[in-house]
């Protein structure tokens, strides 16, 4: 019974890194520091622009900083964020990042 | 009926072999000292919705506190050995799962490590090998599929721009402008999935392990960080690759001051009664060289000197607690001397190997 779970464990990770390729975010697929993502973020809430601490203190992430992974992982965490706790505010967020030192399209929500 | 041992430092489990319980106790103790009991968050954002319905976020985190050091404690006393990597496995892949904040490689690879560990069907660990080739096939896979790292970008702006390596900077000064950087992201790539294949063939283990070692080794001195707790569970769970000797005996010079003192730390620090010891003149068929004090039969093969010692020190657990210990709970201002104490302890090894085995073979050439 051990082997077969410790079996299926290892075949849900062999596919996890197949299907990391199809999606933009690389989770559960072994993909450390496959790319650095140096970003800036801005974040307005019902017309209001929100300071450093004011964002730290929202989505619990620094306004601008470095992240080793796919920069979706920061996309994600905003983004969930506003689904699930931000539904009853106006929020206009901006990304603004450079991949591995090269500027990327900024990205908005909503 | 035989009781297992309350000492920590003792990795005999009636369940599991001591090379895994050593994997588990190491990653543990770097765990701690990693301070990541206080990185166990609430279930904020999780990756899986259900987890928000755990309730209280106090609560939620309190219970994983709770169980990362019950079990892991009754880990390090023996107690309920493969059950605690059970519950520490599973905890380390809820953690992330519970929150997208908590999302590390460093956290997975722990909870794959020790889930699997408790998983051990007995026989040779082959799970945590095979675990092993999936993490390096999906880190050069991923890696070869980026065009940063094929042309050198990655490399260039990590080295020059995040890190500053200095040394890297003027070595990549001598040649032309992003060839050192695309030579080193392919050389990465070539080496993660050459690891990869080499987990699978057992007999290439003593070249994997080495490379292994020695490339990683070489990635925590260029980025002066060892990425959390990822570098060293990673060091730890290579010990799976490694046979356990099943029986041990060391015949040393008894006559010898140095020796009989060496002998005797040596038995304090076996706290599991790996080797048995005897005199030199108890050695059946000594046709050794009059000067050897040292020799070791292990599992019907024998080595003298250099190598015995090292085989001795290999099969210890309780170096490795050292180790462990030195390299995650020095503050940070001296890591950069323990990422080259690491780095040059892993050239001295193979140095004193080749000329040692080289003097021996002199001598014996020459001399007897």
């Not at chain 1, 970003?39 to 080793?68: F, H, M, T």
Request: charged share 15%; aromatic share 16%; glycine share 8%.
């Amino acid at each position: 019974m051990r082997k077969v779970i410790g079996v299926i464990f290892l075949l849900i990770q062999a596919v996890m890194i197949i299907a990391a390729r199809f999606t933009e975010a690389r989770y559960f697929c072994w993909a450390p520091h496959d790319a650095q993502n140096e970003y800036q973020l801005s974040v307005e809430v019902n017309g209001r622009p929100l300071n450093a601490e004011e964002i730290r203190k929202r989505y619990r992430i620094s306004p601008c900083g470095l992240d080793p992974r796919s920069i979706a992982h920061i996309k994600n965490i905003l983004r969930q964020y506003e689904k699930i706790y931000g539904q009853n505010d106006q929020t206009r967020i901006r990304l603004v990042y450079r991949k591995n030192g090269i500027a990327q399209a900024p990205w908005q929500w909503p | 009926m035989k009781f297992s041992s309350w000492n920590p430092f003792s990795c005999q489990a009636a369940t599991l072999p001591p090379n895994l319980v050593l994997t588990a106790k190491l990653i543990f103790i770097g765990l701690v000292g990693k301070g990541y009991y206080n990185d166990l968050s609430d279930h904020f954002l999780p990756v899986i919705g259900i987890f928000e319905k755990m309730g209280p976020p106090a609560v939620f985190t309190g219970i994983l506190k709770i169980t990362f050091w019950a079990a892991g404690v009754s880990l390090l006393l023996n107690r309920g050995v493969r059950n605690c990597c059970l519950i520490l496995g599973i905890l380390f892949l809820i953690v992330p799962l519970s929150s997208q904040l908590s999302y590390s490689n460093a956290k997975i690879l722990c909870g794959c490590i020790f889930l699997l560990i408790g998983l051990h069907p007995g026989g040779p660990p082959w799970l945590i090998r095979v675990q092993l080739a999936l993490i390096y096939f999906g880190a050069g896979f991923n890696k070869l599929l980026e065009p940063d790292w094929l042309s050198g970008q990655y490399f260039e702006y990590w080295m020059h721009q995040i890190i500053g390596q200095k040394y890297y900077v003027l070595a990549a000064s001598w040649f032309p402008a992003m060839t050192l950087s695309q030579i080193m992201g392919w050389l990465t790539i070539t080496v993660e999935l050459g690891l990869s294949a080499g987990f699978l063939i057992p007999r290439w283990y003593p070249v994997v392990i080495r490379v292994g070692i020695l490339f990683h080794a070489v990635s925590v001195l260029l980025a002066q960080k060892d990425f959390g707790i990822f570098y060293g569970a990673l060091m730890a769970s290579y010990l799976s690759c490694v046979a356990w000797p099943k029986s041990s005996i060391v015949f040393y010079n008894d006559k010898n001051t140095f020796w009989r003192v060496a002998g005797a730390f040596w038995k304090r620090i076996d706290f599991d009664g790996i080797f048995r010891w005897r005199g030199m003149n108890e050695l059946p068929q000594n046709n050794l060289t009059p000067t050897e004090n040292l020799c070791l039969e292990q599992d019907g093969r024998r080595y003298i000197g250099f190598q015995a010692s090292k085989r001795g020190v290999l099969y210890t657990p309780f170096p490795y607690f050292v180790l462990v210990f030195c390299l995650v709970f020095p503050q940070e201002e001296y890591a950069k001397y323990r990422y080259w104490a690491v780095f040059v302890f892993m050239l001295v090894v193979p140095l004193a190997d080749v000329a040692l085995s080289f003097l021996g073979w002199v001598r014996r050439r020459y001399f007897f």
